[in-house]
């Protein structure tokens, strides 16, 4: 490779462009900003008043709207209503037990899509996975119902595990596709050139760069589990899970239990968040 | 110029992809495609609880469901549109200035944004009943300090309901439209400027029609998701609030009249997507599939 | 040089984003897996063809059991689920005291439930599985006498009880829980609590006393009444204030009922339509006046509301009773007979009206109360007058599921609109 420089020829000189005018800098630097802050600052007020009222007394055990007094007994009794603590349970089982059929079912279907250009299932399956994302959850809450009352199948926690997985393969899919994608396909082929089979390369070369898109999607999956309401209203049968639970209370009053697990499940999701976020920048990013 | 090295695929075989997208191809086939399809056919079915219902092809349902609840579909769609308008104007401003001048701490202001993602959503609503109810903490201030008529009430009517849609919907309207515009190259900006663009035309020429994938996931996931909830409607909301969703689900799993449910659920689906394509077709769908990096 | 590098938003997956933010789908690939679709529905349509099975079919299967002997073969478990509505028992920090007492005298645990927000949501959600013929995985659920309960009946979806397991039953029952018109015999059912629909409110904001139930009509109190999701609650007070009675009323009567409720919400006067919530929102202050049940408004005065009231409109309220029952293929329905038993003892059946301050079936409970807690005892929300029990009305009895469905027609769309 030469050194060689070329010498471009010298473009006419042209005007410096024009500042933009104090107001707009105004705009930039103080309005969005302050914009920017309000915002963030009303997303984050509910997430307070959650963590406020888990502080609250509740002398009848039921949650008021005013402001009582600040008692930390709730998270003393935070699993006194066996109701409650067996819900929330239902909630993490469901959550683990979707989150990894998922990450089996999707990862190798991410696989499919992100390494096979062209196979004739492809348009029909990158089109279920749009559909999956895309439909509104009443109509897929009410289309499993349909089905499982159809084929006279029992709804409870089978059900919902099923209902939980479906959705939850089109995030996976879509989380570990895009960091497949993004994956410089050299290295695959260098350890195919170097004699490796097909599930040496995999297990050896892939599955360990794709782990970070395996992590962020399993996390995904697992939040999107553990929140879902709509659907799992709809397949639950008798089963009840936290988000269900809370719901059929807020009609008699929450305990403020609730809002004591609504926080601990808050803070569980931040550190899980933060730690994904040090495991992103750590992993060798190809 | 490509290498000419075999292909991954030509040595392992054409049955690969199959091979690797059939057990969660089979999940979704089985347990998101037909379920659809089925939901479709009991729309069909007619009979009542107690004696059964049997499949007889009686497409009559659906124009008795659109009689009876043509008020609730609109206003589903209302609702949908306004609080997506509304959370995309929320949205913009704070995503442009995140992606544009956010500097080092992009990362931390995103962050703070989704943080209401960690905080079940039923759980997030009602703390919202707690905020606007009649003795909390707003209204008393705002009526003590005569900014509205004491006895005003936020709960129960329908600003309530899209407020809190637009609450819910924030996260995902922000994230896409910050993606998209953080990819616009902002070389083409100063381009723009240096053409001696007023800062205002430079954005609405050159970035907002850069971002318009983003628009549109966001539209997508909003629109689609506020369209059809029900829970917005169920714990802040009041008569004359009754989204299509609560007729839903309420005849589903109180009525458990199973043929208008599958039928008032067909035809939001449709509408849904007429809707969206619509959309793509106006914003012309193709070419932003050439703008996305894929 | 670029200013978007990777690494500023990679604690976001850029995979989640990308994802996100790419549509990789046209029309032309829509309109391919429309076709496949169109093959799909034929398959669904033949799965479906079976159709859904209903719920009559069940009901004969079990006519010919002989439930003497059946029952002769029951064992006591040592366990009962126990399903009732929520602050419908005793409850003192946690615990439940008249639960705990019976442990004590039988060696029972009880695991005490609150699923039951509403007769009809929660007999939707058992009817799939006791018409597969599998238990509902309680030995006692409490519904209130209506449709749902003729269901449960009809379908054969519950135990007929063993009479002579139930002494205290006949001793201390007061007359009108014997033999109800909705179980005749109390083959299947004994009462748990019984109460009354009428009127609560709280004087201070509505300004005045409150005498009728056209009184929920009144424009001035819009915005601020509250009236029952249930439809039932709703009709019925409907058909009162047109001065009928909701037990002999017809088809016509209930169009006329729906024609003034409907009135009454295009004129902004009602606040919501609530299940068991209007409570909260009396207690707050969102409501000033409303359809209510007597024992909530006891509760609530007990406990931080005493300005509520309850009143008894001259038009008449409703009165129901809420029933113990046990559902086909409980797992201890010896322990359930246990309970229900245990239950009709004067001192436990005054433990409980104590909290829950619904009428209980026990008269002799009044003595108990008055000595230790008068102000239940003499309550006559827990304990009615003669007068209260004169101007009680008894709600519409469906006799097949078209009248049932004609109701809802007629009174759903007032609430869903």
């Given amino acids: 490779m030469s050194t060689v420089t070329v010498k471009q020829p010298t473009a006419p000189p042209v005007p410096a462009a024009p500042r933009p005018r104090i107001g707009v800098r105004r705009l930039g630097r103080f309005i969005l900003p302050a914009y920017t802050w309000l915002v963030i600052l009303y997303t984050v007020v509910p997430i307070g008043v959650m963590i406020a009222y888990g502080f609250n007394q509740a002398p009848s055990g039921r949650l008021t709207f005013s402001w009582l007094g600040f008692t930390t007994q709730w998270y003393q009794q935070v699993f006194d209503i066996p109701d409650l603590t067996a819900a929330l349970e239902h909630s993490l089982e469901l959550a683990f037990g979707s989150t990894a059929i998922a990450l089996l079912l999707g990862t190798p279907l991410a696989l499919a899509l992100a390494r096979y250009r062209r196979f004739r299932a492809r348009p029909p399956i990158e089109g279920t996975i749009f559909l999956d994302i895309a439909a509104p959850s009443v109509v897929v809450g009410a289309s499993l119902l349909s089905f499982f009352i159809s084929l006279n199948i029992a709804r409870g926690l089978v059900t919902i595990l099923i209902a939980h997985v479906a959705f939850n393969i089109a995030f996976v899919t879509v989380v570990v596709r895009a960091r497949v994608t993004g994956l410089d396909r050299s290295l695959d082929k260098a350890a195919a050139d170097l004699g490796a089979n097909p599930w040496t390369a995999f297990f050896k070369v892939t599955l360990p760069l794709i782990f970070p898109g395996i992590v962020a999607a399993g996390l995904l999956a697992f939040a999107m589990s553990i929140d879902d309401f709509i659907i799992t209203q709809f397949v639950a049968g008798q089963t009840v899970t936290f988000p269900l639970w809370v719901y059929g209370a807020v009609k008699v009053g929450i305990p403020p239990q609730v809002f004591v697990m609504g926080t601990l499940i808050f803070l569980g999701g931040i550190i899980l968040a933060i730690l994904n976020a040090i495991f992103q920048r750590r992993s060798p990013a190809v | 110029m490509r290498l000419a090295v075999p292909s991954a695929a030509g040595r392992r075989g054409r049955g690969a992809p199959y091979a690797l997208a059939l057990p969660g191809g089979a999940w979704l086939l089985l347990f998101f495609l037909i379920p659809i399809l089925a939901a479709l056919s009991v729309s069909l079915q007619t009979g009542n609880p107690v004696n059964g219902f049997q499949l007889t092809w009686h497409f009559g349902e659906y124009s008795t469901a659109i009689s009876m609840y043509g008020t609730q579909f609109v206003r589903s769609f209302e609702y949908g549109a306004i609080s997506t308008g509304a959370a995309f104007l929320i949205a913009y401003p704070m995503a442009y200035w995140i992606a544009f001048h956010g500097g080092r701490h992009k990362s931390t202001y995103l962050f703070l944004i989704l943080l209401p993602f960690f905080v079940s959503f039923v759980i997030r609503t009602l703390a919202w009943q707690f905020i606007l109810s009649d003795q909390g903490f707003v209204l008393t201030t705002l009526e003590k300090a005569h900014l509205i008529p004491a006895g005003t009430h936020v709960l129960s009517t329908p600003f309530a309901v899209i407020a809190g849609l637009t609450y819910n919907a924030l996260p995902f309207m922000v994230l896409p439209l910050y993606v998209a515009i953080e990819k616009i190259d902002r070389r083409v900006v100063r381009a723009a400027t240096d053409l001696f663009a007023r800062p205002a035309t430079a954005f609405l020429r050159v970035v907002l029609p850069l971002s318009a994938p983003g628009i549109f996931a966001g539209f997508l996931l909003v629109f689609v998701t506020n369209v059809g909830d029900y829970v917005n409607a169920s714990i802040l909301g009041g008569p004359g609030t009754t989204m299509i969703g609560n007729i839903i689900q309420n005849s589903y799993l109180n009525d458990l009249n199973y043929p208008m449910a599958s039928a008032l659920s067909s035809i939001l689906m449709a509408g849904l997507l007429i809707v969206i394509f619509l959309y793509a077709r106006t914003f012309g769908a193709a070419t932003l599939q050439e703008y996305a990096s894929a | 040089m670029s200013e978007n590098t990777p690494e500023q938003h990679d604690h976001l997956d850029p995979a989640l984003v990308r994802g996100l933010t790419s549509p990789r789908y046209s029309r032309a690939q829509f309109l391919r897996s429309a076709g496949a679709g169109a093959a799909g529905l034929t398959l669904s349509g033949v799965l479906a063809a079976c159709g859904v099975s209903g719920t009559a079919a069940t009901g004969k299967k079990q006519s010919g059991t002989d439930w003497a002997a059946w029952w002769k073969k029951q064992k006591k478990q040592g366990v009962l689920d126990f399903a009732n509505w929520p602050l419908y028992i005793d409850t003192s920090h946690g615990q439940h005291p008249s639960l705990n007492q019976f442990h004590k005298a039988t060696g029972i645990t009880v695991n005490y439930s609150e699923p039951i927000q509403d007769n009809q949501s929660f007999y939707a959600k058992i009817s799939p599985t006791l018409q597969a013929g599998q238990s509902i995985g309680y030995d006692i659920i409490v519904i209130t006498n209506g449709w749902q309960l003729t269901e449960l009946i009809d379908n054969g979806w519950l135990i007929p009880l063993d009479h002579s397991q139930l002494p205290n039953f006949y001793k201390y029952a007061g007359p009108l829980f014997k033999n109800p018109n909705y179980d005749p015999g109390n083959k299947y059912t004994v009462a748990w609590q019984s109460g009354f629909t009428g009127i609560g409110y709280n004087p201070k904001l509505t300004g005045r006393e409150i005498t009728s139930v056209q009184d929920l009509w009144d424009p001035k109190f819009k915005g601020h009444v509250g009236m029952m999701s249930d439809n039932t609650e709703l009709g019925s007070v409907g058909l009162l204030a047109l001065g009928i009675d909701p037990a002999t009323s017809k088809v016509s009567d209930w169009n006329k009922a729906a024609k003034i409720l409907q009135k009454q919400r295009n004129q902004g006067i009602v606040r919501q339509y609530y299940d068991q919530s209007y409570i909260k929102a009396l207690e707050n202050g969102d409501v000033w006046i409303t359809q209510a049940w007597s024992g909530d408004i006891f509760q609530a005065n007990a406990s931080g509301s ?42 436990i059946a005054a433990e409980v009206a104590d909290w829950v301050n619904y009428i209980t079936p026990v008269p002799d409970a009044k003595q108990i109360l008055m000595k230790s807690d008068p102000s239940v005892g003499k309550s006559p929300l827990v304990f009615p007058t003669s007068q209260m029990k004169a101007a009680a009305h008894e709600y519409y009895v469906f006799q097949n599921y078209n009248e049932y469905n004609t109701w809802n027609g007629v009174f759903n769309p007032i609430i869903q609109s």
Avoid: C, R
Wanted: aromatic share 14%; glycine share 2%.
């Fill in chain 3, 306 to 347: 005493p300005d509520l009231k309850f009143v008894v409109p001259k038009e008449g309220i409703m009165h129901w009773t809420d029933n113990m029952m046990i559902p086909m293929h409980a797992s201890h329905p010896v322990d359930a007979l246990a309970w229900m038993n245990f239950y009709y003892q004067p001192k």
